[in-house]
């Protein structure tokens, strides 16, 4: 079997490998300015998409631009979040010369789209292919690609459960928290193989216990309230904002949830087999408030005393962006940021200087702002724990800043592992 790696070789983003010029795993792009692709022009005779965020399936309808229409095979939360991304995409930079895809290609997407379930093994390009579930966001999978001799599983991006539930911080209000995420349950599938392609986002990074931060945010949180201020908290629209929307309910927090996450949440109503608790994420929404997006009716929202959970989670635009200048100027109200902020973002900077760039000038933020870990990434031991049951296979380590140096550090632990770089081709 061989593989060639078009994109996510030592970077997080565009992910993209393909199987012996047959089938293609991925195809996303990395946001930047301007946005990076995957490279070569692949041509595939089969699609299989691990999951429905940005750098994954952000350039999906391009390989439907010319006269091939290959099958897309994917769960149907990822074919929903693909479609939402694609139109959200077209609605943004449809009229950039870099925009890679029209809106036929879109529409030549439903055309061609095979969902399917976890467990259930379907043939494509040849190759028998199967979906478990990888606990990274609703929908998201491992895919194990099968040829009959060699047996590859793609890890993709995943979540692991912490080994055993510590008890809940002193105070904690809101029942014993799960393991991991409360939106999905974590990976547990360990289905057999001779090659493994694994991420490595926090490959040096061990997460706090999950129920540590939720406390540590729901109670910042309150605070702020109790004194009279608003906390924005930026949140990616597709598993983050979900994920706060029922760490808000759960605590009892008044919140408001502005954005594409409010479209988004409404459709993971519909896919309740592939949350953790369908009843919990009900509650979570009828807890919030939505906002239908006018900006009058967000500047009252922001005199409330309550979260505003809202995108873009890196503030690179959105409704945070209406959002902060309404309430960067007063101490006591707060910025609280969920995710990674990538280097060069507005979120990052804000981090890094107490600045934001608001209408292209760069104003200093009074509030206070503040970063919780609830990555939906496996941390360095859950990494580890997931291996350990592939010590005789051939590791290939991708998506992550440090491929290179985790690849090392399984050497030296005997593992046959390597970090290939970008567009380089590998036999397995």
């Not at 919990?280 to 505003?308: E, M, N, P």
């Not at 031991?381 to 440090?402: C, I, K, M, S, W």
């Amino acid at each position: 079997m061989q593989l060639r790696f078009l994109g996510g070789a030592g970077e997080v983003g565009r992910s993209a490998v393909l199987v012996d010029d047959s089938l293609l795993l991925d195809f996303g792009l990395l946001t930047a300015e301007p946005p990076q692709y995957p490279v070569g022009a692949p041509d595939p005779d089969a699609v299989v998409v691990s999951h429905g965020h940005l750098d994954h399936v952000g350039t999906i309808p391009a390989l439907l631009s010319g006269s091939n229409r290959p099958p897309i095979h994917w769960t149907p939360p990822t074919r929903e979040l693909a479609l939402t991304l694609a139109r959200d995409t077209l609605k943004l930079h449809g009229h950039s010369p870099h925009c890679p895809f029209t809106e036929n290609d879109v529409k030549r997407v439903t055309e061609v789209s095979r969902t399917h379930g976890y467990r259930e093994t379907f043939d494509a390009a040849g190759y028998e292919v199967t979906f478990y579930n990888a606990g990274h966001i609703p929908g998201s999978a491992h895919v194990l690609v099968d040829d009959g001799e060699t047996r590859l599983l793609y890890t993709a991006d995943f979540h692991l459960d912490e080994q055993s539930a510590a008890d809940p911080p002193a105070g904690f209000d809101a029942g014993r928290p799960p393991a991991g995420q409360r939106l999905v349950p974590g990976s547990t599938a360990r289905p057999e193989a001779d090659a493994v392609i694994c991420e490595s986002t926090y490959s040096d990074v061990d997460h706090e216990p999950r129920a540590t931060v939720e406390h540590r945010f729901a109670q910042s949180v309150k605070t702020t309230l109790w004194e009279g201020g608003t906390v924005v908290v930026p949140a990616f629209a597709i598993g983050r904002t979900q994920e706060m929307l029922m760490i808000c309910e759960a605590h009892d927090i008044p919140c408001y949830v502005d954005g594409m996450g409010t479209d988004v949440t409404e459709m993971l109503r519909r896919h309740p087999e592939f949350v953790r608790d369908a009843d919990a994420l009900r509650r979570a929404k009828s807890h919030a408030r939505f906002v239908t997006g006018r900006d009058g009716q967000r500047k009252r929202i922001a005199d409330q005393k309550a979260a505003i959970i809202t995108t873009s989670g890196m503030l690179s635009g959105g409704p945070a962006m209406t959002y902060i200048p309404e309430i960067r100027a007063n101490p006591v109200n707060k910025i609280a940021m969920t995710g990674y902020q990538v280097e060069g973002t507005p979120g990052r900077e804000l981090l890094e200087t107490g600045r934001a760039e608001i209408d292209g000038r760069v104003t200093p933020v009074s509030a206070q702002v503040e970063q919780y870990d609830f990555s939906a990434h496996a941390d360095h031991d859950g990494l580890r724990r997931f291996l350990e049951g592939y010590d005789d296979a051939t590791v290939l380590v991708n998506h992550g800043d440090r491929c290179g140096d985790f690849a090392a550090e399984l050497r030296d632990d005997g593992y046959d592992a390597a970090a290939p770089e970008l567009g380089a081709t590998v036999e397995v």
